[in-house]
């Protein structure tokens, strides 16, 4: 029995939309600058997210009773991830440009 439902079956209430994704920063990035807009923008959120890890370290071992430690904690995890996809997409594009430049002509 299959029970997967299709954009075609879903009732229009609950149909996935792009409508959300499409106001965010690196999408608008993206249509003005292109490709290079848009790793500007996510180097750019990438790089405000570690600033703010750091400040709430900062703020946390200076026992700042407004800073909690899961928030901190949140704020370092959520930088490590963008770092790493950062990494990743480097990474990929490292190996894309190696791969174009063996091409035979």
Do not use: C, W
């Not at 029970?3 to 609950?14: D, E, F, S, W, Y």
């Not at 923008?41 to 703010?52: C, E, F, M, Y």
């Not at 899961?70 to 959520?78: D, L, N, P, R, W």
């Amino acid at each position: 029995m299959d029970l997967r439902l299709t954009p075609n079956t879903m009732p229009a209430g609950i149909r996935p939309t792009l409508a959300p994704r499409l106001s965010s920063p690196q999408v608008q990035g993206a249509a003005e600058g292109g490709f290079s807009g848009a790793l500007t923008s996510a180097l750019g959120s990438v790089s405000a997210a570690q600033n703010d890890s750091a400040r709430l370290q900062r703020e946390v071992q200076m026992e700042n009773p407004a800073v909690s430690l899961e928030q901190t904690m949140v704020a370092i995890q959520k930088a490590q991830i963008g770092f790493q996809a950062t990494l990743h997409v480097r990474n990929r594009m490292v190996q894309a440009y190696t791969d174009i430049m063996n091409m035979q002509v």
